[in-house]
T-cell receptor, first 116, second 111 residues
Framework: AQKITQTQPGMFVQEKEAVTLDCTYDTSDPSYGLFWYKQPSSGEMIFLIYQGSYDQQNATEGRYSLNFQKARKSANLVISASQLGDSAMYFCAMRDFSGGYNKLIFGAGTRLAVHP | EAGVAQSPRYKIIEKRQSVAFWCNPISGHATLYWYQQILGQGPKLLIQFQNNGVVDDSQLPKDRFSAERLKGVDSTLKIQPAKLEDSAVYLC?????????FGEGSRLTVL
């Protein structure tokens, strides 16, 4: 069965510094996709970045980048130049094709606090 | 483009009462999901619709939860009777291809 593990319940970082949020996954499918979502206190899940298993390059979106290490089955999110507005819950998710339809399975999340 | 709309945002009920949540997905999105997010946990899929048909309800507690998606657009999730452990945020999401787009969620408190 597919599984996503986020081992850091909470992280803090100083404003303007970089931070890495860990995510490891387990799947037997050769084709898969990995997502990161941000959930501020308002509750909405905001899509940040996507990495496909066959993508040759690590994904980047503005200040977000994904450190994808396929052999280690890890897909860590790197946030550069942290801002106070980055304080939120962050979820790693994997696309699951079982049953023939796409769905996402999520990790438990990491709460990030950015300090001024 | 309008996002995924959900209502109500908040609901407080007594155990054994019933509650219904409504979701209006992004226009044209064929796939609709309901997730349950218990405090401190990641979202867990309850049910997935493709147009108006259910394609995955393996984690839906069918003795108390039901959901429908009439005409392949809006969806309603119902809980009857509610238990204390149903206290959670119920997130609706929709997609065509690529990422899921989520609504702001409906927060349920069962007393």
């Amino acid at each position: 069965a597919q599984k996503i593990t986020q081992t850091q319940p909470g992280m803090f970082v100083q404003e303007k510094e970089a931070v890495t949020l860990d995510c490891t996954y387990d799947t037997s499918d050769p084709s898969y996709g990995l997502f990161w979502y941000k959930q501020p206190s308002s509750g909405e899940m905001i899509f940040l970045i996507y990495q496909g298993s066959y993508d040759q390059q690590n994904a980047t979106e503005g200040r977000y980048s994904l450190n994808f290490q396929k052999a280690r089955k890890s897909a860590n999110l790197v946030i550069s130049a942290s801002q106070l507005g980055d304080s939120a819950m962050y979820f790693c998710a994997m696309r699951d094709f079982s049953g023939g339809y796409n769905k996402l399975i999520f990790g438990a999340g990491t709460r990030l606090a950015v300090h001024p | 483009e309008a996002g995924v709309a959900q209502s109500p945002r908040y609901k407080i009920i007594e155990k054994r009462q019933s509650v219904a949540f409504w979701c209006n997905p992004i226009s044209g999105h064929a796939t609709l999901y309901w997730y349950q997010q218990i405090l401190g946990q990641g979202p867990k899929l309850l049910i997935q619709f493709q147009n108006n048909g259910v394609v995955d309800d393996s984690q839906l507690p069918k003795d108390r939860f039901s959901a429908e998606r009439l005409k392949g657009v809006d969806s309603t999730l119902k809980i009857q009777p509610a238990k204390l452990e149903d206290s959670a945020v119920y997130l609706c999401a929709s997609r065509t291809t690529g990422e899921l787009f989520f609504g702001e969620g409906s927060r349920l408190t069962v007393l």
